[in-house]
T-cell receptor
Framework: DQQVKQNSPSLSVQEGRISILNCDYT??????FLWYKKYPAEGPTFLIS?????DKNEDGRFTVFLNKSAKHLSLHIVPSQPGDSAVYFC????????????FGKGTSLLVTP | GAGVSQSPSNKVTEKGKDVELRCDPI?????LYWYRQSLGQGLEFLIY????????KSGLPSDRFSAERTGGSVSTLTIQRTQQEDSAVYLC?????????????FGQGTRLTVV
């Protein structure tokens, strides 16, 4: 059973515009959420995280929003750049139950010039 | 290097053979994870090692899969009697396993193809 869902397998955005990647989860015990970025033939790299005590976390062009009541989080990239083209994975964990990350299937983002 | 290292990077094996995949985590990281990514799927948790505690094996798909972590460092994932559905990229990750930081650093993965 997929506890973390990324319902959009792909997204295309023009350079300079905002990219919004969405993620839904079903396990209300998840209290730590992360976004990873993956280029072809490379392992995922950590991008940004948020704990359940917050509803927003910013790091440069990247902002993650968490809506606990809706069990939904989103990653905003502003402005989008061609180098942002990659697969983005949403991940969630219960910090107090072993930290094993549950990943979504990923969203492939293409930023066009 | 300072990152998580996995070997081999690619492995082609015949159905029914055993394979071993190796992971060298970042020095000092107490937590080590194995994940796999099958074609068109997300990252699937396999097993988690934390320090000297018993590993969390809840993600292993069958008893053909096993993993060891020797001396709290290097880990080996073994798949016995490989099947075609085992074909995937196997990713290892390590972290400080600190309550304040569960960021995991991933290796580049081993692409396993069972023919």
């Amino acid at each position: 059973d997929q506890q973390v869902k990324q319902n959009s397998p792909s997204l295309s955005v023009q350079e300079g515009r905002i990219s919004i990647l969405n993620c839904d989860y079903t396990n209300s015990m998840f209290d730590y959420f992360l976004w990873y970025k993956k280029y072809p033939a490379e392992g995922p790299t950590f991008l940004i995280s948020i704990s359940s005590i917050k509803d927003k976390n910013e790091d440069g062009r990247f902002t993650v929003f968490l809506n606990k009541s809706a069990k939904h989080l989103s990653l905003h990239i502003v402005p989008s750049q061609p180098g942002d083209s990659a697969v983005y994975f949403c991940a969630a964990s219960e910090v107090y139950s072993g930290y094993a990350l549950n990943f979504g299937k990923g969203t492939s983002l293409l930023v066009t010039p | 290097g300072a990152g998580v290292s996995q070997s081999p990077s690619n492995k082609v094996t015949e159905k029914g053979k055993d394979v071993e995949l190796r992971c060298d985590p970042i020095s000092g990281h107490t937590a080590l994870y194995w994940y796999r990514q099958s074609l068109g799927q997300g990252l699937e948790f396999l097993i988690y090692f934390q320090g000297n505690s018993a590993p969390d094996k809840s993600g292993l798909p069958s008893d053909r899969f096993s993993a060891e972590r020797t001396g709290g460092s290097v880990s080996t994932l073994t798949i016995q009697r490989t099947q075609q559905e085992d074909s995937a990229v196997y990713l290892c990750a390590s972290s400080w396993d600190d309550l304040m930081n569960t960021e995991a650093f991933f290796g580049q993965g081993t692409r396993l193809t069972v023919v």
